[in-house]
């Protein structure tokens, strides 16, 4: 298995098509870096499991960490055995060669994993172009390449099924806010169907007829296929032959013979965790999170994650499956340190069902990564007061019975409202994991747009 790096031609000359196999020469910045083979240069993966973390970096995952098992503890992402690191960066909008984005949005690197290509913010698995509202070329995604091996197809996330992350697998759209029918008729009108392009996210992912759907974002879907009309996108999956269900009771019930799409929220799902919003100066008082905030009839990550496999396996062609714990990043944007950690947890046990299902499926691949950092940082906490960081801080008591700081500072300015704005993404290298077929692949420090290839799993040699 070779990993095919696809990046547009950035200035600085980056832009060469790199070939990376499982043994060695991973090219960063010009130079080559050799990596063990581990055995598993011929290996194939039939399933292949995509796990990712929205904006969980390096700080999230050791906040979750520390707050739910304490300084000794880990999580079962830790178990997987082939670690390293990736680099996130986006293009800018412009001519080739690109000039590079450090601080990447999730619509640019989705689209760096999922189709092997650097594109621009905003965009939606299509090639980088002069302007933000200038469609790019349609690139194929990993989960196109999965349908024409024969594969079967799953999407299940936190957020919006229309999100970013979920959205970059099954559409090709020039603006990530393109979302229901009304969403793309107002921002896209070129790309809508009535002006003869692919659609609305909503209507292409029923397009891509994905064989799991399950995820938020019912409002999206309830828009109208036609502006005043009747029918929306609902009517349309069902319609095409997809079974509809709205609660966790209905999910379960759900029987393989159709196509599933589950929409259990009007927009994105509700955070497993709940607490106060961080505070200026001394933080908000030391206290233990909520964890009682989803609703029983909203399924948990863990759960959807189970039910896709429940659905998509035994096939003799194998399965793709992404999963998306999204509102690690939503969390850390509102400056929640509870609802943030709560959610890592939960992608944390929905990484557990994973690997529970790679030990008995050992031909399964997975992968855990993150789309890009964010703000979050542990930092002491200055019972003098003048060493208090100057952005927002949660302070928490961990599983040791001691306080941790949780701080944002990456948005405020120097007006400092009192309640934290929306945080700001980080350009900082994230963490990726794998086990399994050709796992080893992730070892030292790649691209986001590396995966592409290992994600394909076997589907390249049909």
């Given at each position: ?40 240069k011929s290996a194939k993966a039939h399933n292949v499991i995509m796990l990712l973390g929205d904006g969980m970096g390096v700080s999230e995952v050791t906040a979750a960490r520390y707050y739910q098992y304490g300084a000794d503890g880990r999580m079962n992402m ?226 959807m994650t189970t039910k896709a496999l429940s659905l998509l396996q035994g096939d003799k062609d194998g399965f793709f499956l992404q999963v998306e714990g999204a509102s690690i990043d939503k969390q850390d944007h509102a400056a929640n340190a509870c609802a943030q950690i709560g959610e890592t947890v939960a992608f944390d046990k929905a990484i557990a069902i994973a690997l529970d299902y ?105």
């Amino acid at each position: 298995m070779s990993i095919r790096k696809r990046v547009p031609a950035v200035a600085g000359g980056l832009g060469a098509v790199v070939l990376l196999g499982l043994a060695a020469n991973f090219a960063i910045g010009g130079q080559h870096y050799n990596t063990p083979s581990h055995s598993q240069k011929s290996a194939k993966a039939h399933n292949v499991i995509m796990l990712l973390g929205d904006g969980m970096g390096v700080s999230e995952v050791t906040a979750a960490r520390y707050y739910q098992y304490g300084a000794d503890g880990r999580m079962n992402m830790d178990k997987l055995p082939f670690t390293g690191f990736q680099t996130t960066w986006s293009v800018k909008p412009g001519f080739a060669p690109y000039k590079p984005d450090y601080d990447p949005d999730s619509a640019s690197t989705g689209t760096m994993w999922a189709t092997g290509a650097k594109t621009i913010d905003e965009r939606i698995s299509q090639g980088p172009s002069s302007a933000d509202t200038v469609p790019g070329d349609n690139l194929e995604t990993v989960l196109e390449v999965a349908r024409k091996a024969g594969k079967k197809t799953g999407n299940v996330t936190t957020a919006e099924l229309t999100d970013a992350t979920p959205a970059v697998l099954d559409s090709h759209i020039s603006l990530r806010g393109c979302q229901g029918p009304n969403d793309a008729r107002a921002t896209c009108p070129l790309e809508t169907k009535a002006a003869g392009g692919p659609g609305s996210i909503t209507e292409q992912t029923i397009d891509h007829k994905v064989d799991v759907l399950l995820g938020g974002g019912r409002a999206r879907f309830e828009q109208p296929l036609v502006a005043g009309g009747t029918t929306n996108v609902v009517d349309y999956a069902k319609a095409k032959g997809y079974q509809y269900v709205t609660d966790a009771t209905s999910m379960e019930a759900a029987k393989s013979n159709k196509p599933l799409l589950g929409l259990f929220t009007p927009v994105n799902m509700t955070t497993e965790w709940s607490g106060p919003v961080a505070l200026q100066g001394d933080g908000t008082p030391p206290q233990r999170c909520v964890t009682t905030n989803r609703p029983p009839a909203e399924p948990s990550l863990a759960a959807m994650t189970t039910k896709a496999l429940s659905l998509l396996q035994g096939d003799k062609d194998g399965f793709f499956l992404q999963v998306e714990g999204a509102s690690i990043d939503k969390q850390d944007h509102a400056a929640n340190a509870c609802a943030q950690i709560g959610e890592t947890v939960a992608f944390d046990k929905a990484i557990a069902i994973a690997l529970d299902y790679q030990r008995k499926h050992p031909d399964t691949l997975v992968v855990v990564t993150a789309d890009h950092s964010h703000t979050s940082q542990i930092v002491g906490e200055d019972t003098t007061g003048n060493g208090n960081p100057t952005g927002y801080s949660n302070n928490l008591i961990t599983a040791d019975d001691q306080v941790m700081r949780v701080t944002y500072g990456t948005a405020g300015g120097t007006a400092r409202p009192t309640a934290p704005p929306s945080q700001q993404h980080t350009g900082a290298a994230v963490p990726v994991m794998a086990i399994g077929p050709g796992a080893s692949a992730v070892l030292g420090t790649t691209d986001h747009t590396d995966l592409f290839g290992l994600l394909q799993g076997d589907a390249l040699r049909h």
